[in-house]
């Protein structure tokens, strides 16, 4: 195929990928501003290269004709998640969109490849709107732990390096290496809640600090500046003691104060800090 030809059947798999990656992007996004726990660590994603689509279209007996049909990963979506559990939202969350539908799931996470490799994929159909009309392509959506992603990316490189000659030492380390992922994995999910925990309360005070800053430099605009000066100094004391039931304190008196001014900061104002 001529390399023209290439880029036109290409071109709505990349216009897929950008529109999933926005679209579960979005979802964590979601899930922050209503400050809950985002199921979704990180997305991204990948058009397969030629040179991929004709090495995987020989290893599978596929015709140049049938690629569209036969290969079902030419656009590919990556989202990873802390953990395991996590997995099983996204995959609900998947299945209930309306945009994209699920046509098949393959579960390498209960049963995991011979290589070790453990992952949940999802193969979509979605729908994009080009010059020349909708057209309807698939799309795989790979969901994985940090764990799982860190050993896969390592396998990936060296299935890449030695083809089909890995040595079998090295798959063997690899397959211990992939026991020792599902271990860490089984261990972080019995303190998840507690590790969540944790992460709630950072971003809990980080949240607050911007409000307290926000505050300060909406008032530097409109109060007496020695006051302004004032506050500020105070922040930084109790910012230095870190104690958060302090830090909260200070923040909604804060918040009182900028309402007299009509200055409050705009996250204040949107609700954000209501339990606060
Ligand atoms: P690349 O370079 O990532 O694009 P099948 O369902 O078996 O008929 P397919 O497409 O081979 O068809 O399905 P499978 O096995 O689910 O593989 C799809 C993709 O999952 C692979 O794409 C890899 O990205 C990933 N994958 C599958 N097995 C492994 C593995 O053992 N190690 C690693 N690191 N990744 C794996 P490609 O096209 O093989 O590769």
């Known amino acids: 195929m001529e390399t023209q030809l290439w880029r036109e059947m290409l071109d709505p798999y990349r ?23 985002s199921p979704i660590e990180s997305v991204s994603g990948r058009v397969k290269r030629i040179s ?6 020989h290893r599978k007996g596929i015709d140049i004709e049938q690629i569209e049909e036969k290969i079902e990963d030419i656009a590919g979506v990556r989202i ?3 953990f395991v559990e996590d997995i099983d939202t996204v995959v609900d969350i998947i299945r209930k969109r309306s945009d994209m539908i699920v046509k098949r799931e393959k579960d390498y996470i209960t049963q995991s490849k011979a290589s070790g490799y453990r992952s949940y994929h999802i193969i979509v159909y979605y729908t994009v709107q080009t010059i020349r009309g909708p057209k309807n392509l698939e799309a ?4 994985r732990t940090l764990a799982m992603n860190f050993w896969s990316t390592i396998e990936h490189s060296l299935q890449y390096k030695y083809k089909e000659n890995m040595p079998d030492e090295l798959r063997e380390r690899l397959l211990r290496a992939a026991d ?3 271990a860490l994995d089984h261990e972080m999910a019995s303190v998840r809640d507690e590790i969540m925990d944790a992460q709630n309360s950072n971003r809990q005070k980080a949240n607050i600090i911007t409000n307290i800053l926000n505050n300060i430099e909406n008032l530097y605009h409109i109060a007496n500046e020695r006051e302004v000066t004032k506050i500020q100094n105070e922040f930084f004391d109790i910012y230095k003691k870190d104690d958060m039931a302090l830090l909260k304190r200070f923040n909604k008196q804060l918040d009182m104060l900028s309402e007299t001014y009509h200055a409050q900061s705009i996250q204040s104002l949107a609700g954000n800090f209501t339990d606060i």
């Open 15 to 37: 216009l897929a990928v950008d529109e999933l990656v926005v679209k579960f992007t979005h979802v964590k996004q979601e899930y922050q501003d209503a400050r809950m726990y």
């Open 80 to 82: 990873i998640c802390q």
């Open 52 to 57: 991929s689509i004709l090495e995987k279209a």
């Open 140 to 143: 795989e959506i790979q969901i």
């Open 180 to 182: 020792a992922v599902e």
